[in-house]
């Protein structure tokens, strides 16, 4: 996107979408440990997951080393998911609701196969990788990763649609969300495409490591203060 002729509201480059996500998930993990009958706070955390998912595929894209990108994403999926149960499930494992960072570790983990499947680019290789990604999207919920098929979708959705305008890989992603979240709160997730349709294609000052850390750590300091609050 870098050399194309930027619009007059892609004003926002990659590290300001990820701290705008990261933001809007502290309020919504905040709201639903500490103020769950302000249903605002659910909305506005509601809006990290397609931002987070654009990166994703963003950072997928063009990592220069993706197995070393999957194995990160499957690192901190692990470190983090303690935390989640305990924040979530109130136990330190539990099996049935794995963090967000699986459905985006398996998600890339489907991309790294589907860009091996599709290699040679013949049709039978292209039908063999839009398998496969179905595949994905449904054990995704099989495996009960944070918002399974839908994260996975949409991560799925911005990468194959890379490069074109960004009203249509945006339309598109949205209108998955609507087909699979369409009731309540999950309405507010729409807005999250708002700030990725105000990309300008630019790393930013990449701060590659706060989301990772962040993760986790905001998940700890919610349960250290919930156990505090007892």
Known sequence: MENKKLLPWQLLDG????????V???????GDNFFPEHVWTQAVGRIAMPVFA???????AHTHDRMKYLRRMGLFALASEVPFDLVIAGKMLEFSHQNIMFTFFWAIL???LFEKVTASGTKAAAAGGAALLIVFAVMS???????????VGIVFIYYLLRGRAPILNNAAAAAWHVLLRNKGVYWFGLLGFIPVLCYNGKR????KWLFYVFYPGHLLLIWAVKMLLR
């Open 15 to 22: 590290t300001t979408l990820k701290l705008i996500a990261m």
């Open 24 to 30: 809007c998930m502290t309020i919504g993990h905040v």
């Open 54 to 60: 654009f990166c994703v595929a963003e950072g997928f």
């Open 110 to 112: 489907g991309l790294l």
């Open 141 to 151: 919920l099989i495996l009960g990763t944070d918002y399974n098929i839908l994260g």
């Open 204 to 207: 930013g000052r990449g701060l």
